[in-house]
């Protein structure tokens, strides 16, 4: 058996508070790291007392014995003592054989120690957060292919904006890489983890858009499906919206993009029920839209919430400093798609710096892969360009003869060196070549053979 004496000491030399009361709350029992959690020292100014005097005299915060008396169970709750100390308690109450209760045993441990290095982990964890996004961000923006002050500018602007959840227009002609720079933004937002979606404004008919934008309820038309299906608008829900081609939206549609831009809320076609969504809305054209909004075929009003920030992508031609390292990109893409290793020569690649590229990079991309999969050689030359800059490489050729040659015999045998090496490899014939030239066959076969190695007629 163990005295009251020993007992005394046992719970005296407990680290965790020990706190008994009565079935009425009155304090029977305390220990010493009790009165330490409390701040007191003589344990008789709280013995006898109820603790709903207690907590009126802030001695204690919020009771968990007071809980455990009214709610006749075990109750869990965090505390905060007179000394700065954060405590948890658990009030246990022990019934009688009649169901009441005849005592509450309260224990309690201090978690200050454990809360201040909890909350340290956070910080630590959102600073852990913070430098991967950081490193992610720099990741992305490697990613993309540009060299030109130009394209830095846009680049540090999209970055910036990114932070921002507001609506940006993005505009520049065809192929500049709007689509781009809209993903990049999303993924240097903090919506990068939802959906990114995009939605052709040209592409889709007019009588499929709004279906495709908003949905459709069930039994909302002939052939719908039949459950319905929800639109791009829900599929993007917290994440980003692009609307390309933003200038080919019909005008009732642009009505409704303005109350989504304005209000958040939409109906599914044949639908009753407001749909609300939270999204970043993004959108790109390759139209001078204000020019529209004067002839009436672009909402004035649609136009300004769109064009909160605009940033403009400059064409291929203003930035001639991307162009070698797009072209690099792209040979490097599509040698490992189509598992072969060609090159450019010097030649080519100054003939396509000095083109202008009406198509910008989307051009650029595929004349790369053309290239590619027509050339014969595993070194792409000025003879495998396509037709259509041929006028570039007589220009490139001017430009260079004129400064290599120093005689104009020395000019014009380059010129028919060209010639001739062009017309053979496209038409591998001396006849051929002798027709079109209106020379006999034997002066076309000798200027081959001096020209080119090993032909054959």
């Not at 207690?54 to 169970?73: F, G, P, Q, T, V």
């Not at 045993?105 to 430098?131: G, M, P």
């Not at 923006?141 to 993005?170: F, G, H, W």
Request: aromatic fraction near 6%; glycine fraction near 6%; charge should be neutral.
């Amino acid at each position: 058996m163990v005295s009251s004496q020993e007992l005394k000491m046992i719970i005296d030399n407990s680290s965790d508070g020990i706190f008994v009361t009565d079935g009425q709350g009155k304090v029977l029992i305390l220990n010493q790291a009790c009165k330490k959690f409390l701040g007191i020292e003589d344990e008789n100014y709280i013995l006898g007392k109820n603790v709903d005097l207690l907590e009126k005299e802030n001695i204690i915060s919020s009771s968990a014995i007071m809980d455990s008396l009214r709610k006749k169970e075990k109750v869990t709750l965090f505390q905060s003592t007179r000394t700065g100390q954060k405590i948890i308690v658990t009030a246990n109450p022990v019934f009688d054989a009649a169901g009441n209760i005849s005592k509450v045993i309260s224990n309690s441990r201090d978690v200050t120690e454990f809360l201040a290095l909890q909350e340290q982990f956070v910080k630590e964890k959102e600073l852990t957060e913070f430098y991967k996004r950081q490193l992610e961000q720099r990741k992305r923006l490697n990613d993309l292919i540009y060299q030109s002050p130009a394209m830095r500018k846009i680049v540090t602007m999209a970055a910036k904006v990114a932070e921002y959840d507001t609506t940006l227009l993005l505009t520049g002609e065809s192929g500049v890489g709007k689509n781009e720079i809209a993903k990049l933004i999303h993924q240097l937002s903090s919506r990068a983890a939802a959906p990114f979606i995009q939605i052709n404004c040209g592409a889709i008919p007019i009588n499929l858009l709004e279906s495709e934008l908003f949905g459709y309820a069930k039994g909302a038309f002939t052939g719908a499906k039949k459950d319905g299906d929800i639109g791009k608008l829900e599929l993007a829900n917290n994440g980003t919206l692009l609307f390309d081609e933003v200038a080919e939206l019909p005008l009732q549609q642009q009505a409704k993009l303005l109350q989504i831009i304005n209000e958040g809320t939409f109906m599914r076609v044949g639908g009753k029920e407001l749909i609300r969504v939270n999204l970043r809305i993004i959108s790109a054209t390759n139209k001078n839209l204000e020019a529209l909004v004067r002839k009436g075929e672009f909402r004035e009003d649609l136009y300004y919430r769109l064009n909160v920030i605009n940033l403009k992508i400059p064409p291929l031609r203003e930035r001639k400093e991307d162009i070698p390292r797009l072209i690099k990109h792209y040979l490097d893409l599509f040698n490992e798609k189509y598992a072969i290793e060609k090159s450019l020569s010097n030649q080519a690649l100054r003939i396509l710096e000095s083109y202008d590229w009406p198509g910008n990079v989307r051009e650029l991309k595929n004349l790369v892969e053309q290239m590619i999969i027509l050339s014969e050689n595993d070194i792409i030359d000025r003879q495998d360009l396509p037709e259509h800059l041929q006028g570039e490489v007589t220009k490139l050729w001017m430009d260079e003869g004129l400064s290599q040659h120093s005689s104009l015999a020395e000019l014009m045998d380059d010129v028919e060196k060209q010639l001739f090496t062009r017309l053979y490899h496209k038409h591998y014939s001396s006849y051929k070549i002798a027709e079109l030239l209106k020379i006999s066959q034997s002066t076309a076969m000798r200027k081959i053979k001096k020209h080119l190695s090993s032909p054959s007629a």
